[in-house]
């Protein structure tokens, strides 16, 4: 058929879209991260207000892995990369199958990317199809602990909960390779769409230890206050 412009826009409109849910999913892991790190060395502080601290973890977690779950489900068209890749596979006729060098990375925290190059469109979208076929064990986990008891509560796990989670494994380094798997395909995706890579992995997400040294200061200058009391 040939290059077809206008389904070259939609798929660089939808990868666009992606690229900025991956941020979203990117600041839960991160604010649950920073929390962790916290409660190693600044405990005290976060005991000032544990609740607080608390629902602000388990939220984000819920988020991390309803959104991630998301990403990876083969039958949603609305915000699944899977989706994409298959539409894009399937239409491979419509597009300009290039040659691709593209950018990847191998954890959330890393500085720079290893370069891969692809032959052509087709072989980008073969790799990543099957780095998820080799996820797929993880996503199937993920997915199940979304509908049973993270977007919402399934009465036939509610009694069940400690079985639930030891069937369904997934801890944050699970996380952590879902969503990195979700930040390259989105990066080479958006790198053939737009000619750039857009990285929406944030080194300086620094929010929450700005508040935490805010606190550390009241708290110095209030111990100080009540000696002159």
């Not at 998820?132 to 049973?148: A, F, G, H, P, W």
Request: some cysteine; overall charge neutral; glycine content about 2%.
């Amino acid at each position: 058929m040939g290059f077809d412009a206008h389904f070259y826009e939609k798929c660089k409109e939808r990868i666009t879209d992606y690229m900025n849910f991956s941020i979203t999913a990117n600041n839960s892991y991160m604010l649950i991260m920073m929390i962790r790190d916290l409660q190693g060395n600044k405990n005290d502080i976060l005991n000032i207000s544990p609740g607080f601290y608390h629902m602000v973890s388990r939220n984000s977690m819920q988020a991390l892995f309803v959104d991630i779950s998301k990403m990876f489900d083969k039958d949603s068209k609305n915000m699944s990369i899977v989706w994409l890749l298959n539409s894009i596979k399937n239409n491979l006729d419509l597009l300009d199958n290039r040659a691709i060098t593209v950018n990847e990375f191998r954890h959330l925290n890393d500085n720079y990317a290893v370069n891969i190059s692809f032959n052509s469109l087709s072989e980008l979208v073969n790799h990543y199809d099957d780095s998820i076929v080799k996820s797929e064990q993880d996503i199937k986990s993920l997915t199940v602990l979304r509908n049973k008891f993270y977007a919402h509560l399934d009465k036939g796990a509610q009694n069940h909960l400690d079985s639930l989670f030891k069937k369904n494994s997934v801890n944050l380094v699970t996380i952590e390779k879902l969503l990195i798997l979700n930040v390259n395909i989105c990066n080479a995706l958006y790198k053939y769409f737009n000619g750039s890579t857009f990285v929406p992995l944030d080194y300086n997400h620094n929010d929450l230890y700005r508040s935490i040294m805010c606190i550390e200061k009241y708290k110095e200058l209030s111990e100080k206050y009540n000696d002159y009391m």
